[in-house]
């Protein structure tokens, strides 16, 4: 850096006095076309079933699903993200690839009522098998761990049904070793090669997903997720290499989960693949702990979730998946 004036001939303030010039040089802006909006879908008519450890956050049936969408493209978001709750589990999570599958209803409601609203599909099991974890269960091993490669398969099939069904990107969030590159196959040979997938590259073991368990009925009925998911406490140079493995099978985005407590992660997958689309999820512990401090009156949630989006994109995020993408847009309009 070269010298600079000192004071008083250097006055930094004088960029902060005036509003209009404060504006001027703002850098990081907010858009609603740069928000993701997370919804889940489950069966039932004229369902609207509030979330209790998310506020203002619902399980939808189709038909309120798409009020939602509708709502959502009318704001100007960039999107939905849909997440399934079907009326039956089982051990291979089957209504996840099922062509009548919750989640398969939704995205075709959805494009049939809103073509324009961008639809992302989350491609995982944890939301739809018995035992709540994101593959199929090897019990050969005596831990009773996920089957990375029999997982694959399903992987796949559960990709080819959202396409079928309509969707416009594929977000495959499992942490399978191997996941993308048999995804962008399956695609590839049923003709969707024209598909996106936003990878789930680097998603942590993190305790910021109680809310969105209860959310998607998916809390692990044995052990933890530690085994796919990354360690918190790992190099920071893993994520790295996990990046770059998708993108070489074939991922076209990459996706960092949770946000906030890896805004360092974000900046260096950022700085590392520069021209490559960037998102983070502002995930569900980060939403529902504001929401409670505002509701004791301890901090401004419009303030504290503004400065929270502004420091995810600061850090490299062009695309945030966040709760508050509704509220966002409305407060971006006043």
């Known amino acids: 850096m070269t010298s600079q004036p000192e004071f008083p001939a250097t006055r930094l303030r004088r960029l902060r006095y005036n509003p209009q010039v404060r504006r001027l040089i703002r850098k990081t802006r907010i858009s609603a076309s740069q928000l993701i909006l997370p919804l889940f879908v489950r069966t039932g008519k004229n369902v609207r079933q509030p979330i209790i450890s998310m506020p203002g ?20 978001l960039g999107g939905i993200i849909l997440f399934g709750i079907p009326h039956e589990k089982d051990s ?53 761990d996920v089957d990375n490669d029999a997982t694959l398969e399903l992987l796949a099939l559960q990709t080819i049904s959202h ?58 009925q044995f052990g933890d997720r530690r085994t796919y998911q990354m360690d918190p406490t790992a190099v920071a140079e893993q994520a790295l290499r996990e990046v770059a493995l998708d993108l070489s099978e074939g991922a076209d985005m990459i996706m960092i989960k949770p946000a906030m407590a890896y805004l360092d992660i974000v900046h260096m997958v950022q700085q590392n693949f520069p021209g490559v689309p960037l998102a983070a999820y502002n995930v569900s512990g980060e939403f529902s702990m504001i929401k409670a401090a505002a509701e004791r009156g301890w ?35 006043t």
């Open 92 to 144: 291979t999570g089957s209504d996840s690839y099922a062509d009548e599958g919750i989640i398969q209803q939704g995205i075709r409601a959805v494009k049939d009522a809103v073509p324009e609203l961008l639809v992302i599909s989350d491609v995982c099991f944890c939301e739809y098998t018995d035992h709540g974890h994101c593959g199929v269960i090897n019990e050969k091993t005596g831990h009773m």
């Open 299 to 333: 901090i401004d949630e419009q303030a504290v979730a503004m400065e929270s989006l502004t420091a995810i994109q600061r850090a490299g995020a062009q695309i945030i998946l966040t709760y508050w993408a509704k509220e966002v847009a409305a407060w971006l309009r």
């Open 57 to 76: 956050q619902f399980q939808l049936s189709v038909d309120q699903l798409v009020i939602e969408a509708q709502e959502a493209f009318q704001l100007g």
């Open 163 to 220: 396409a079928h069904a309509g969707v416009d990107i594929v977000a495959p969030s499992g942490m399978m070793d191997g996941m993308i590159g048999a995804i962008r196959s399956a695609l590839d040979s049923e003709g969707f090669s024209h598909l996106p997938i936003i990878s789930y590259a680097a998603k942590y073991a993190s305790g910021f997903y109680g809310p969105f368990r209860d959310a998607a009925e998916s809390t692990p």
